[in-house]
Nanobody, 126 residues
Framework: QVQLVESGGGLAQPGTSLNLSCVAS????????MAWFRQVQGKERELVAA???????QYADSVTGRSAISRNMAKDTLYLQLSGLSSEDTAVYFC????????????????????WGQGTQITVSS
């Protein structure tokens, strides 16, 4: 089993940046691709950014050019930097991880992620 714990949420001003972290614990040797998803109440969970074990990245169109995902394997930590925040970035942000056994599954599909964090709320407001 793997546990994922996010941190870095809260209230942010429009135009500023946020930094999220996700620490994995447990059987982290079983992890494959990892990602950040976000969800607004009443809407489906959507991919923000994902990173594969060989450091390929994928971003949502809405954050391309103003977002960076990275991972520190030694620290079992996943990061997300998101700049140029607007009210449209307000959501609950979730850290997620696939297992490595079946290879990298489609990164945008939430169902392929086995492990999820509890989520952290980001509210962008002046």
């Amino acid at each position: 089993q793997v546990q994922l714990v996010e941190s870095g949420g809260g209230l942010a001003q429009p135009g500023t940046s946020l930094n999220l972290s996700c620490v994995a614990s447990g059987r982290t040797d079983t992890l494959g691709a990892m990602a950040w998803f976000r969800q607004v109440q009443g809407k489906e969970r959507e991919l923000v950014a994902a990173i594969t074990p060989d450091d390929r990245t994928q971003y949502a169109d809405s954050v391309t050019g103003r977002s960076a995902i990275s991972r520190n394997m030694a620290k079992d930590t996943l990061y997300l930097q998101l700049s140029g925040l607007s009210s449209e970035d307000t959501a609950v942000y979730f850290c997620a991880a696939q297992t490595r056994f079946a290879g990298t599954r489609p990164l945008r599909v939430a169902a392929y992620y086995r492990y999820w964090g509890q989520g952290t709320q980001i509210t962008v407001s002046s």
